[in-house]
């Protein structure tokens, strides 16, 4: 994943959490907060609720490629803005169909970009 497409603060995290709108799914929340840059950038926050490290990474490994393959070019529209998301698994997201996570990702972003 390219670094400048990444959430790295408390700050960025936090700011989202708390401005961003939120978008609930079977397999995870989402939060998104328009931002001023050029591209989309992605924030995880893998709790051990939904197991220990090995199931952590991979949970984690699985969303950086949803949101490789569908943020860019699939779900913004011309006039969108570009958004901060932070994605929260839950532990039904483990054992889930790739696709119907990748169904449900484009599902929340549409609903993330729309304006309020």
Same mark, same amino acid.
């Not at 609720?49 to 090995?54: E, F, L, P, S, T």
């Not at 569908?70 to 054992?95: C, G, H, K, M, S």
């Given at each position: 994943?390219?670094?400048?497409?990444?959430?790295r603060?408390?700050?960025?995290?936090?700011?989202v959490?708390?401005?961003?709108?939120?978008v609930?799914?079977?397999?995870?929340t989402?939060?998104?907060?328009?931002?001023a840059?050029?591209?989309?950038r992605?924030?995880i926050?893998?709790s051990r609720?939904?197991?220990?490290?090995?199931?952590?990474n991979?949970?984690?490994r699985?969303l950086?490629?949803?949101?490789?393959?569908? $943020? /860019?070019?699939? %779900?913004r +529209?011309? !006039?969108?803005?570009y958004?901060?998301?932070?994605l929260?698994p839950? *532990?039904?997201f483990?054992n $889930? /169909?790739?696709? %119907?996570? +990748?169904? !449900?990702?484009?599902?929340?972003?549409?609903?993330?970009?729309?304006? *309020?």
């Amino acid at each position: 994943m390219v670094t400048a497409a990444t959430l790295r603060t408390r700050a960025e995290f936090t700011a989202v959490q708390d401005r961003g709108r939120r978008v609930s799914t079977p397999y995870f929340t989402m939060l998104g907060l328009p931002n001023a840059r050029t591209c989309d950038r992605l924030g995880i926050i893998a709790s051990r609720k939904i197991g220990g490290a090995v199931v952590r990474n991979r949970a984690k490994r699985r969303l950086r490629e949803i949101f490789r393959s569908e $943020a /860019p070019d699939q %779900t913004r +529209q011309d !006039d969108a803005p570009y958004v901060d998301l932070v994605l929260i698994p839950r *532990r039904e997201f483990v054992n $889930a /169909p790739f696709t %119907t996570l +990748q169904s !449900d990702f484009r599902a929340a972003m549409r609903k993330v970009r729309r304006s *309020r």
